[in-house]
C-alpha cells in the first residue's frame, strides 16, 4: 500500500472519528489572560440579533451577539474550507494533482480573522495552512482548485508554485512562498511602508491603496516561531509600533516536532509578552465565536495605532502535515482522538443546532449544497488549461522595465564637470540627486544614517556608512528616509521587499558582503523570485549595496570576500559591479530607475583610489545594464575582467606592450546580464583569451564566460582559454598571505606571455 492510500484511509478515519465524538463537547482549559492591557472593547458587526450565541471563553466573560445569517455564514466557509481539502486529497489519491497540503483544523481562527480584517484595503501575508482565511476574504474555491491543478489562470502563481501558496492581488494577497517565516520579515515591511508613507509628505498624495487606518495581517505556526526571522519582526514591529497582527496558528505539531520540543516551555506567548506595546491575547482557534472577537480587539488596536498585536491560538491539526506525511508514526491514536473530539468544523456544526440556529435537516442541506459546488469547481479546474511551455522564461525579469535598453544609455553623450570625485563621491551623489528626484526612494542599513539620535545631528559629524557613501543623506532627507537598521541582514532585506511590494524603492546596505549570509534566505527564495513565482502578479524592486572585495592589507577572512557566482547564478537578479567612480554613478541610477532587484557590488578597495576618480557626469547620467567597455584596445590577446582586477589587468597589459605584446582589455561592469556580444567581438579579433577575476579558480564566476567561449568560439581560439583567479582557499590577515592568495599583476602577465607563447 503506497502512502497516498495510507493517508486517504487516516482522513477517512479521522473523520469518523470525529463524527463518533461530536456529540461529546470538549471545552478548552480557560486560556491565561496575557498581562497586557486590553483595548477599549469592539463591538462584533452584524445585524440586530435573531438569536444569541454565548462564548465559551472564560477570558472574556461576555456574549457576542452574532445573527443566524452570520453564523451560519462562518460555518459555511468552515465547511467549504474543509471539503476544499478533501477534494484535493481525493484528486492526490487519483494522481490528478500533484501535491496537497491541509489547513484542516485551522479553519475556525481563519474564518474569524478574514472577517476581522477588509480584502483589498488591509494587506495578507498568509502562510499555507490558511484556506478558510482566503476564502473568506473573497477568493473562490475554483480560484484555489486552479492552483493545485497548476492552471495557466491560477490567480496565486498561474502554475508555478504548489497550492496552497496563496496570492491574489485584487485581495491585497501577497504571494507566499514555502520557506517558513520569511513572510514575517516582509509582512514587517509592508506595514512599515504604511507607517513611512505618513511621515513622508512628499508621498501622501501620490500614493494610491494606503490608508489611515490599514493593517498589515501575518500568520505563522507554531514551528516558524522558532525561526530567527519571527524574533527580528517582532523586535521591529515593536520597536516602530507598526500596524501588524501576528496570527500564530499553534498545532501543536511542525511536522513531527511537538511544540515542546521546538520552544521553551511550551508556549511561545509567554515568552514575548514582554516585548513593549504587543498586545497578547490568546484563544480557542477552534471556536469561531472567541476566535472573532479576539481578532476584532488585536485588529482594532492595530488600527488605533498603538502598535502590533499577537494572537495565539491553539488549534488542531486533524490531517497530517501533507501528504507526505503519516502523522500515525510519530502521535498515538488518543492524542489524535483527543484532537478529533476539538475538530472545529464538527464542534461548531453542533453547536448551532444545540443553540436553535438551524436543524439537522438544514445543516445538511448547507454540506450538500457546498458538495456540490466544490465537485462543480473540481470539475472546471480539471478542465482547465496548463500554461503553455513558452512561458517558462517570462518574467524572471520586469516585462515593462528593460534596463539593457538604449533608454538607459547616455554614456557617449556625457558632460563632465567639476573636480574629480572618487567612487565613494560619485555614489553619493547618485543618492543625493535619485532621493531629490523620487521621494520614494527609502535608504537604510547598518551605520547608514548621519546620526539616530537626532537631537546631536548639529553637534556631530555624522556616520554615513562605514565607507562615508551615505554621508549628509539624512541631513537632506530626514530620518523618516534615512534610518539605522537592527545588525541583521535578513531583517534588512525583508522589510526592503515589503516596502517595495506596496511601492517604495529601498535603496537598502549589506554593510560588508562577508555578512550576507543571513540574508540569503530573504535574496535567493523572496527577492529574487517574487515576480516569476506570482506570474507578474507581485514584484520587488529593490536595490542592495553591497561593499566587497580583498586587497585591503587587514581585511582577512571576514572583511575580503568575493563569491559573486553565488549570486549570479539566481535567476531574478541583476548583479552589477562597477571599477571606476563614473561608472558607479551611471550604473547605480540604472539600478534605482530599473525595476529589478539588483545587487550594486562596490568594492572596498576602488572607493577611494585615485586612479579611478572621475568628473560628475550629471543627475541624468545612466549606463544600460549588460553593456561592458572596452578599457584598452589591442590585437594579440584578450582579457575579460571586472572589478579590481580590472586596472590589474590594465597595469599587467602595458608591461606586455614592452616585449611587443598588444592586450585588449574588457571590463564586464555588469555581471548579470553580461555583454557577450562584446566578449566574442574581442575573441575573434585576437584569437587569445584570459578571464581575470578575484573569485576563487574553481566554480568563480569566470567558469561560465570560460566554458561558454570553448563552447561558441572555438574555431576562434589559437589557445585554451585561460583564467587567472584567487586560489582555492579564503583571504588570510597576513598580506604577504593576503598577496599570495589574491590574483596580483604579476599573476595576469604571466598569464598573457603563456598564451600569446602558446
Known sequence: MNNDTKVLKLVRKTEAAAEALAEQPHEMAAPKPAPVPRPKPVQVPGAKPMHMVKGTAAKSKREHELDNKTLLEMYRTMYLSRRLDDKEIQLKGQNRIYFQISGAGHEAVLVAAGMALKPGYDWFYPYYRDRALCLQLGMTPLEQLLAAVGAEEDPNSHGRQMPSHWGHTKLNIVSQSSPTGTQLLQAVGCAEASYRIDLIEELKKRFKGFHADEVTYVSLGDGTSSEGEFWESLNT?????????????????????????????????????????????????????????????????????????????????????????????????????????????????????????????????????????????????????????????????????????????????????????????????????????????????????????????????????????????????????VFNSPLAEANIVGRAIGMATRGLKPVVEIQFFDYIWPAMHQIRNELALLRWRSGN?????????????????????????????????????????????????????????????????????????????????????????????????????????????????????????????????????????????????????????????????SFGYGAEIAARISSELFEHLDAPVRRVCALDTFVAYAPVLEDAILPQIGDVARAIAEVKAY
Request: charged share 30%; with cysteine.
Open 237 to 481: 514591529a515593536c520597536n516602530l509600533k507598526l500596524p501588524i497582527v501576528f496570527l500564530l496558528e499553534d498545532n501543536g505539531y511542525a511536522i513531527s516536532v511537538p511544540v515542546e520540543v521546538q520552544t521553551a516551555g511550551g508556549d511561545v506567548s509567554k515568552l514575548i509578552e514582554d516585548f513593549p506595546s504587543l498586545y497578547v491575547q490568546r484563544c480557542d482557534g477552534t471556536d469561531p465565536v472567541e476566535s472573532l472577537e479576539v481578532m476584532h480587539q488585536a485588529v482594532q488596536y492595530c488600527r488605533d495605532r498603538k502598535g502590533p498585536s499577537l494572537v495565539h491560538a491553539k488549534v488542531i491539526r486533524p490531517y497530517s502535515h501533507s501528504l507526505s506525511d503519516d502523522e500515525r508514526l510519530y502521535r498515538s491514536d488518543e492524542e489524535r482522538a483527543t484532537d478529533a473530539e476539538r475538530d472545529p468544523v464538527k464542534k461548531f456544526g453542533a453547536r448551532l443546532i444545540d443553540e436553535g440556529v438551524i436543524d439537522q435537516d438544514g445543516l445538511q442541506r448547507i454540506k450538500d449544497d457546498i458538495d456540490r459546488e466544490v465537485a462543480a469547481a473540481a470539475d472546471q479546474a480539471l478542465g482547465s488549461a496548463q500554461p503553455t511551455v513558452d512561458t517558462v522564461t517570462k518574467f524572471v525579469f520586469s516585462p515593462d522595465v528593460d534596463p539593457t535598453s538604449k533608454e538607459f544609455d547616455n554614456e557617449d553623450r556625457v558632460e563632465l564637470t567639476g573636480n574629480p570625485g572618487t567612487m565613494v563621491d560619485l555614489i553619493n551623489r547618485c543618492l543625493h540627486t535619485e532621493m531629490e528626484r523620487d521621494p520614494r526612494i527609502i535608504v537604510f542599513g547598518e551605520d547608514v544614517a548621519d546620526c539616530s539620535r537626532e537631537q546631536y545631528l548639529e553637534t556631530v559629524k555624522g556616520k554615513g556608512g562605514v565607507f562615508k557613501v551615505t554621508a549628509n543623506l539624512q541631513r537632506k532627507f530626514g530620518s523618516a528616509r
Open 537 to 697: 502578479e507581485w514584484k520587488a524592486p529593490v536595490v542592495i549595496r553591497v561593499p566587497v572585495g580583498g586587497y585591503l592589507k587587514g581585511g582577512a577572512v571576514y572583511h575580503s570576500q568575493s563569491g559573486v557566482s553565488t549570486f549570479t547564478q539566481i535567476p531574478g537578479l541583476r548583479v552589477i559591479y562597477p571599477s571606476n567612480a563614473l561608472d558607479a554613478n551611471g550604473l547605480l541610477r540604472t539600478a534605482i530607475r530599473s525595476d529589478d532587484p539588483v545587487m550594486f557590488l562596490e568594492h572596498k578597495h576602488l572607493y577611494r583610489q585615485a586612479y579611478n576618480k572621475s568628473q560628475y557626469p550629471g543627475p541624468e547620467f545612466m549606463i544600460p545594464f549588460g553593456k561592458a567597455k572596452r578599457v584598452r584596445e589591442g590585437n594579440d590577446v584578450s582579457i575579460i575582467t571586472y572589478g579590481a582586477l580590472v586596472q590589474r589587468s590594465l597595469v599587467a597589459s602595458k608591461q606586455a606592450e614592452r616585449d611587443g605584446i598588444s592586450v585588449e582589455v574588457i571590463d564586464l561592469r555588469s555581471l548579470v546580464p553580461y555583454d557577450w556580444n562584446s566578449i566574442a567581438e574581442s575573441v575573434k579579433k585576437t584569437n587569445r583569451v584570459i578571464v581575470a577575476h578575484e573569485d576563487s579558480l
